[in-house]
Structure formats: structure tokens, C-alpha cells
């Protein structure tokens, strides 16, 4: 059964059959024959707006609705061959992030030829070395692309300069277009026609409509409506920004203050037009949300906005919206505008599960919460990742037109049978291929399927290690002493990892790396409580998706092993860990 929960306008698509067209408080959603694909439908992601609805699952599919007149219309499969890791939904466009770092987008400013067909945007970045993309935003009429190289790209209607151009020589880029270099997170909303970038020092930077003060600039006058070129935003409040959502008139700032001797503590801050900022007057500046509903709230969880509605979680179970109400968007069991924040009842969620497994989406007119606990990717689908995280790289590969292509050493190296000539052969194969060849060159050695291109597979399978699966590459990898270069203390006990792939795995967990991507140095302490015996079944399954051949498994530390699956949230992983566990104990 799929824990998802749906309110708001139920008309053009008609997600909910024989439901009214509003829908004024939370009710189930189910799929068509949900009990025949339940395996196939564990939501991963929704993203709605006026263009339409897409469900992407963990399975790497999705389906999506459009918002056309027809009351019988059912949902259709995305054809995209490549996983999907990303989906996003526009005012007028639709964005697909893959696995392998492509984008796949359609709508008018997108394709206007056809605007219901999916095309490879990130194929059209002039720059062959900047094409693997690991974030996307959907803004009203714009799409922006993050790449792995840490560049934006805009692409879709400038009309309101959100590209960060002058509108009058460019009203529409009909391809992405450098925006801005070094950027760690993009902020826009599915109705925004504005944008935030946020540098590695963590300034922010804004562009686009500004009528209402959303962009948090300060008083605007009628020449400051639209701004033409990212302008840096002043008096931003202290701590770190962890989520900017956008409506159409109005933003919301989420900061998360960290004071070494509390823990830290997360505060709401708003910009923009009165009726649906959270303050019921004009906001020109981002100012804290300081209501009485938030007292005990120091743990916003998620905040989700839409065309000028607002919905936030917090870890006591509680649901709070503001903003237009006129089709039940807010789930507040009536159509009243609400200008001041609310409560909201929630019908009761799973039994006995942890609110901070469920997520908000809120498109034009209506909203989604759905249950989506954090699970492992596969081992392939991760080092696919990491392929495409050049701040790692340190070896370079040139194609047949002089392109630089990287890579990591460390993979290479087991992966090509530890054989410094299976290195030079693979540059001389590299040396005559195109960049997209070489992309999927790697792409199959780090993940070993051939079914990214099997012609160019059968070329590199004399190479590499083609029998031997990923997992037990990485095990390898992580048994072999003299590749641990990172630190990790507990109670009694050192562990050492291989910092490459411990980088690669660890925003998968909950508490056990949480600070491994930030940390410049090679150590971190573990501030988790789980035992040592835990802790090795967790070290282990980090670098293999197995469990490790020589630990027993006694009666006595089951109930602590469920705790600790429970506490990383991996009751989903694949394999399912505590299966194996369950498995081994009887056994």
C-alpha cells in the first residue's frame, strides 16, 4: 500500500476519479490497480504543477498526468530508456534527470515543435566537457541545470529576465546558457518567474521578477520589477540555507543555526506579497516567521510552496499552511483564504512511523504528502554518481577530438585488474572515441552493465574485470589496508574506510556520515550510540550491500540491529538488510 496523501483541485487531470473537483482535506491516493504493481510503486518523488503531475518511483520509472480536459484520462508511462533520479514540473515544462547525468525536457519554450515530446537539453551545452548534470529546477517557463562541474545553466523564457539576461535582447534561450559558476544549489519554484543560486560560501544570488519584493532585494521601486542580472542578496540571516522554496509572489527561507553548544535549530524567513507570505503585510526583505505555532517546532522538517500556497512539516507530527486556499490546497476542510499560518490535521500515517519519512509537494492549486523513507541506491548506481563528481577525479583521459574526460584512480584500479597496461590500453580506446562514447565507456566500467552500450562494451570487456560484479569490486576495495585514508572514531575503536567511496555512500545514511562531505580533513567522530557489532554490520554494508561473511548474528542484538535499520532508515535498501539479517540468524 502506497502512504500518499492528496488535496486541493482534482480537476484537469482528474487524479482522483468519482472525488469532487476540490478535495478540502487530505485523503488517500491510490494508483489504478495499485495492488497488482504495489512492488512497482514505492514513490521516490511527486512534482505537480500546471503542466502537469509525475510519480517517479524507486525503481527508477515514473508516470505523469497532463493537464488536459479529459476526466477519463489515465497516466503514462515516461519513455525515457535511461533510470531517473530526478523529476521536476513547471508552469510549462517538464524536467527528467537520469542516472547518468542527462536531462530530458519538453514543453513550448523547450520544444515548440512539439511540446509533448521529450528532448536531450543537456546534449545542447556548447561545452562537451560541462554535459553531466546532477541537479535540475523547474521554474515557470525556465528550467535550470547544475552541473558536475558546479555550473548553471538556464534554458526556456527569459522574459522576465530569470535567466539573468536583458529580456530585450534575449526573450528566450533555446539552448541552456551559462548563468553563473560555482554554485552548490538552485532555488526556484514551479510558478516562480525568479531564481536564487547559492555559491560554495554560501552568498546568495537572485534574478527575475521582482514585483513583490520576492527576491528579498528590500524596497522596490518600478524600474527594480524585473532584475535584469544576478544581484547578490544582502542581509541574509545568519546560519545556513538549507531549502529557499518560491511561489509566484512570494519566497520562503528555511536557515538551520548552528551553535556549537545547542543543537542546531531551524527558522522560517519570508519575502513578499501580503496575502500569502506568512506575515499578512508586504514583506520587502527575507524576516522571520516568529509565530506562536512554531514555539516548540525547533525542527522544521520540509517546506513546500506553490503558486501562492505554503505548506511546512515539523518533527511533532504537524502540518502548517498559509496562503490561498480556494481549492483546498491547504487541506484545511474549508476554502477560507489564510493569511496567518495554520495547523493542519493529517489523517493518521503509517503505524508507528517517523514524520520525517514523508514529504510535501505543492503544485498551482494543489498538494501531495507522500511516504518516501531514504533507501541505498544499488552499487552501480552510485559509482555512476561519483563518476560524474569531478571534484574528485585525479586521472584524465583525452578523446578523439582533444577532449579531457576523468575519472578516479581508485576505481580504475581494481576495475582493470589493478594492471597499469589495461590503463593505456583503455586511453588508446578513449583516444578514438567521441565524449558521449567515453561517457558510456566509463559508465560500464564503473558499473559493469553492459547495457549501456554493448558495442562498445564488447571493446573494453578484455580489459576489465568483466565476471566480477560491482560489490565485489568494492569489497576488494574496502578489505585492502593500504586504500583506508579515513578516520572514524567510536567509543573503544577506530574504523578506517577508503574516503572516496565512504564520500560516495555517505549522504545515503542518517547520522553515521552526516558530516563527511563537509569535513576538509580525513577524520570524523561518530556521535551515533549503536554498538560496535552494529556498527561493523553497517561498515560492511557500505561498501559491499552485503553482510560480512565472519559476524555471527545472535538473538540478543536482533532487536538493536532493527532499531539501528529503523534509525538509518533502511527498510528499503536492495537487497533488503534485514532479510539477510533475518536470514542468516536462522540459519
Known sequence: ??????????????????????????????????????????????????????????????????????????PEKIQIEENIQKVTVGWENEAIL???????????????????????????????????????????????????????????????????????????????????????????????????????????????????????????????????????????????????????FHSIMLIENQNQNENPKRKLYSSGFFLYNGHQKQINKFTELNLPLFENDNDILEISVGFNHTLILTTNNKMIGFGINSSGQLGTDNLMLHKNPNKIELPKLRFNEDISNYHISCGFNNSFIYYSPPSFSNLEEDLIKLFGRKEFCNISFKTENGEIIEAHKLILK?????????????QEIISKKSIKESNQIFEMIYSNNSKINPKLYSEIKEIINSNEKIEETMKRIYLNENEKDFIIERKEKQYKFPKLILIMRSELYRGMFLSVTEDKSNKVTDYSELSNKSFQIFEYWIYSNQLKEDIEIIGEIIPEIVRAIDYFQLNQTYPNLLDLLINKFNN
Open 414 to 426: 581494481y576495475r582493470l585488474n589493478q594492471n597499469q597496461n589495461q590503463i593505456e590500453k583503455l
Open 1 to 74: 500500500m502506497n502512504d500518499c496523501l492528496f488535496f486541493g483541485s482534482n480537476e484537469l487531470p482528474k487524479l482522483i476519479k468519482n472525488e469532487p473537483d476540490k478535495i478540502i482535506k487530505p485523503i488517500q491516493f491510490k494508483f489504478e490497480n495499485e495492488n497488482e504493481n504495489e512492488n512497482e510503486k514505492q514513490i521516490k518523488q511527486i512534482s505537480t504543477s500546471d503542466f502537469g503531475t509525475i510519480f517517479l518511483f524507486k525503481n527508477g520509472k515514473a508516470i505523469e498526468y497532463l493537464n488536459e480536459n479529459d476526466s477519463n484520462q489515465n
Open 98 to 248: 537520469t542516472i547518468e547525468g542527462n536531462v530530458f525536457a519538453k514543453g513550448e519554450d523547450i520544444n515548440p515543435k512539439n511540446k509533448k515530446e521529450f528532448i536531450n537539453i543537456s546534449s545542447l551545452i556548447e561545452d562537451s566537457n560541462d554535459r553531466i548534470i546532477q541537479d535540475i529546477v523547474s521554474g515557470d517557463s525556465s528550467i535550470y541545470l547544475l552541473t558536475s562541474n558546479q555550473n548553471v545553466y538556464g534554458i526556456g523564457s527569459n522574459l522576465s529576465n530569470q535567466l539573468g539576461f536583458d529580456s530585450k535582447t534575449l526573450k528566450k534561450a533555446k539552448k541552456p546558457i551559462l548563468m553563473m559558476k560555482n554554485v552548490s544549489k538552485i532555488f526556484s519554484g514551479n510558478a516562480s518567474k525568479f531564481v536564487f543560486l547559492l555559491n560554495s560560501n554560501q552568498e546568495l544570488f537572485g534574478c527575475g521578477f521582482n514585483k513583490h519584493a520576492q527576491l528579498g532585494l528590500g524596497e522596490t521601486t518600478k524600474d527594480e520589477t524585473k532584475i535584469q542580472t544576478l544581484t547578490k542578496i544582502q542581509n541574509i540571516p545568519k546560519g545556513k540555507i538549507i531549502d529557499i522554496q518560491c511561489g509566484n
